[in-house]
């Protein structure tokens, strides 16, 4: 729910008031009684972008993005070379009575 700021305009009193957008506006002061509340148009909050993730994923400009993608692709293994068969990785294992080994 957003914030507004009133202020009366007879006595003066000025507040912060949490409201939703559908709910109108307070007329009447708490301080004085008076319906002389008015809804202060203020400046707003200001935005802060802090952190790395709204710079990386955002902004960042077209030379960038092709240098990481570069990067990326140097750091993967090549697709382009064969796969070994792991049947051929494997040594048999030495059975039990073989006489071929000792």
Known sequence: ??????????CGHELELFQSFSESPKKKCPACGRLKLKRVIGTGAGIIFKGSGFYETDYRSDSYRKGAAAEKKAGEPAKDTPAKDKKSETKPADKPGDSSTG
């Open 1 to 10: 729910m957003p914030t507004y700021d009133y202020r009366c305009d007879e």
